[in-house]
C-alpha cells in the first residue's frame, strides 16, 4: 500500500523541492513521489492509498547520528555498570554500584562499566585501584572514563594482566603511577590494550542483543542511520547475522578498527559488504586521545596536566597502515583532534592522493584545526565528523585543561562551513550521556557549555545547516547519499515526525521538540 504523508512542515532537505507539500512512499519503502496536493498523480483507487495527517506537525529525513558507538551504548543499555553523572555522582556512589553488581557475580567474573568524568565528580580527581578495591577483591574490575580513552581498574585486574611498577608505557600510551612508582589503576590511551587480552568479551548473544537495545533507543529519538566506528571481527560477526536475521532497526555504517588499543597485532581489511541495511566499506585508524581528558595531541602543554597529549603512531608506520587500505579502495576515517595529530594526519592523506586517488575520506572529531588545516582539508574534500554535543556534555571539562588559546577554533563548525567541508554532525555516545539529535542540534546554534557559557560563539551555525549536517551530511559521510538523508524520489523513506519545527523553534525551546514517530524504508517502526 502506497503512504501519502500531508497536511504538515516538510523538509525535504533536497534543494530542488525544499518544502512539498506531501510525501508520496511507495509499495518498495521508497519515496516515489513529493510536491503539491492538487498535482498527486493519480492512482486507481484511493483504497491504495494510507494517509498520515501530519496535522501541522514536521516531517524531516531521519537523523543521521554519523558517529556512535552503538555496540558500546548498547552494553552500558543492558551489562554494564552505569557510572554517567546522571547516575552515579559521586566516587562512593560508583564504588556502590559496583558492590552491588559484585554481589550477584561469580567470584572471578569481570565486571565492567562505564561513564565517569573526573572533573565533574565532586572528589574532582579520577578513582584508583584502591577505590575499586573496596567494590570488590575478588572480581577484576574495568571502569571506562566517559571519553573511552581511559580505564581505571581494581587491584585483581591489575595483577591479572600483569601490570606492575616495572610494566613499561607501551607507544602511544600511559600508565598512571604514584609518588612511590606504583600504578594507581589508571590508564590512558594504547595502555588499556594491556587489558584487553584479560577482559572476558560478551558473546555474541549478549553483543547482539546490547545492539539492537541501542536501536531501539536510536530509533525514540529519530536516528535511522548511524556510523559505527571502531568494529573488530567480532562485532562484525554479530552484525552480520542480526543483518541476516532482519534485526537491524537502524541502518548501519560500520567502520572496521584497522589496530586494536595496545595492540602490535594489524587487523585484516574487512571483506566488503553492503546491504540496504548494513555498510562495510571503510577502516577506521585512532590518531590521538580525548580532549576532554587533555590526551588529544597538541602544540602546547594543556592547563592542570603540562601534557601534550599522545600521538598514538609514529607516522610513516600509520602511512604504511593507511596505504594498505588506501591502495585497495578503502574509504579511510581517522580520528584526530588535537593540532599536532590533525598535522601528522592531514599530511598522510596528501601523500596517499598523491600517489593514487581515491575515495573522500574522513576526520572523525576534527576538534582543533588552524585555518591552514581547514584549506588542505577542503583541497581534498576530506569530510569532517564533529560532534556539537560536546559543548554542553564536556565544555566545562575542556575550560579545565585546555589552553585559552584554543578555544576561537575548539570544533569551529562555522569555519569548517565556510572552508568548503561537507560536515556530519554526530553524539559519539556513550561518550556524552544525551546522544538526542536535537541537543547537538541546538548546540550548533547557542554553542554553550553544561553552565551555560559559550565556548566560542562566532562558530553557530544556521539552523538549516544543522539539520543538514545531522540529516545529508552523514548521508555524505556514511558514502549512502544516494539512499538517504533527504526526501528525494527513489531514497528510503527513512522520515520522522515531530511535534515542531526545528528550524523556526528558538534554541532555548528545541528540547521541547518531541520524535512523535519514526519510519525506516516506509513501515512505522516508533511512536
Known amino acids: 500500500m502506497l503512504t501519502l504523508f500531508f497536511n504538515g512542515i516538510i523538509h525535504s532537505m533536497d534543494a530542488r523541492h525544499p518544502s512539498p507539500g506531501v510525501v508520496l512512499v511507495g509499495t518498495d519503502g521508497r519515496i516515489a513521489w513529493i510536491g503539491d496536493m492538487d498535482a498527486l498523480p493519480t492512482v486507481e483507487s484511493a483504497r491504495q492509498i494510507k494517509r498520515i495527517d501530519l496535522a501541522g506537525r514536521t516531517l524531516i529525513p531521519g537523523f543521521n547520528d554519523a558517529h556512535v558507538h552503538i555496540w558500546k551504548l548498547g552494553l552500558l543499555l543492558t551489562v554494564q555498570v552505569d557510572a554517567r553523572k546522571a547516575a552515579a555522582p559521586d566516587i562512593a556512589s560508583i564504588v556502590a554500584r559496583f558492590r552491588e553488581k559484585a554481589a550477584g557475580a561469580q567470584p572471578g567474573t569481570w565486571l565492567t562499566g562505564r561513564g565517569y568524568n573526573e572533573v565533574e565528580l565532586p572528589e574532582g580527581r579520577h578513582l584508583t585501584r584502591h577505590d575499586l578495591d573496596a567494590a570488590s577483591a575478588s572480581h577484576p574490575i574495568a571502569l571506562t ?6 580505564i581505571v581498574c581494581n587491584s ?17 600510551g600511559r600508565i598512571v603511577r604514584d609518588e612511590r612508582g606504583e600504578p594507581t589503576g589508571l590508564l590512558q590511551e594504547t595502555a588499556m590494550g594491556l587489558l584487553a587480552g584479560f577482559i572476558t568479551e560478551p558473546d555474541d548473544q549478549t553483543m547482539g542483543r546490547a545492539i539492537r537495545e541501542a536501536n531501539y533507543h536510536q530509533l525514540r529519538l529519530g536516528i535511522t542511520s548511524a556510523t559505527d566506528p571502531l568494529l573488530t571481527p567480532a562485532h562484525l560477526r554479530v552484525y552480520r547475522q542480526l543483518e541476516a536475521d532482519g534485526d537491524l532497526a537502524v541502518r548501519v555504517h560500520g567502520l572496521p578498527i584497522r589496530r586494536p588499543d595496545g595492540g602490535t597485532e594489524t587487523l585484516p581489511l574487512p571483506e566488503r559488504y553492503v546491504s540496504d541495511t548494513l555498510r562495510i566499506d571503510g577502516v577506521k585508524f585512532f590518531a590521538d586521545g580525548g580532549l576532554s581528558g587533555a590526551t588529544a595531541a597538541i602544540s602546547q602543554p594543556y592547563k592542570v596536566t603540562g601534557t601534550q597529549g599522545v600521538l598514538r603512531f609514529e607516522t610513516e608506520e600509520l602511512l604504511d597502515l593507511m596505504w594498505e587500505a588506501h591502495d585497495a579502495g578503502f574509504r579511510i576515517a581517522t580520528h584526530a583532534i588535537g593540532d599536532a595529530a590533525l598535522d601528522q594526519v592531514i599530511g598522510i592523506y596528501e601523500e596517499l592522493y598523491r600517489r593514487k586517488p581515491g575515495p573522500r575520506y574522513r576526520i572523525e572529531h576534527l576538534g582543533l584545526p588552524s585555518a591552514g588545516h581547514l584549506a588542505r582539508c577542503a583541497a581534498m574534500n576530506v569530510i569532517a565528523v ?7 556534555a564536556l565544555g566545562t571539562t575542556f575550560r579545565r585543561y585546555l589552553p585559552d588559546d584554543y578555544f576561537p577554533r575548539c570544533y569551529p563548525i562555522r569555519s569548517l562551513l565556510d572552508a568548503g567541508l561537507t560536515v556530519a554532525l554526530s553524539s559519539d555516545a556513550p561518550v556524552v550521556p544525551d546522544d538526542n539529535p536535537l541537543l547537538g542540534f541546538k548546540a550548533a546554534l547557542d554553542r554553550r557549555d553544561g553552565s551555560g557559557d559559550p565556548i566560542a560563539p562566532e562558530q553557530a551555525i544556521t539552523p538549516y545547516e544543522a539539520l543538514y549536517a545531522y540529516t545529508m551530511g552523514g548521508a555524505i559521510a556514511s558514502g549512502d547519499q544516494d539512499n538517504r538523508g533527504s526526501i528525494r524520489p527513489g531514497k ?8 515542531g519545527d526545528p528550524l523556526t523553534t528558538p534554541p532555548d525551546d528545541l528540547l521541547n521538540i518531541q520524535v512523535e514517530q519514526t519510519y525506516v524504508g516506509g513501515e512505522l517502526v516508533y511512536g
Open 145 to 150: 572514563r566517559t571519553c573511552g580513552h581511559m
Open 492 to 499: 528510503w523513506a527513512d522520515l520522522v515526525v515531530l511535534s
Open 156 to 172: 585483581l585486574a591489575l595483577k591479572l594482566a600483569n601490570i606492575t611498577a616495572e610494566t613499561p608505557d607501551p607507544p602511544g
Open 386 to 392: 564533529p560532534q556539537t554535543v560536546f559543548l554542553p
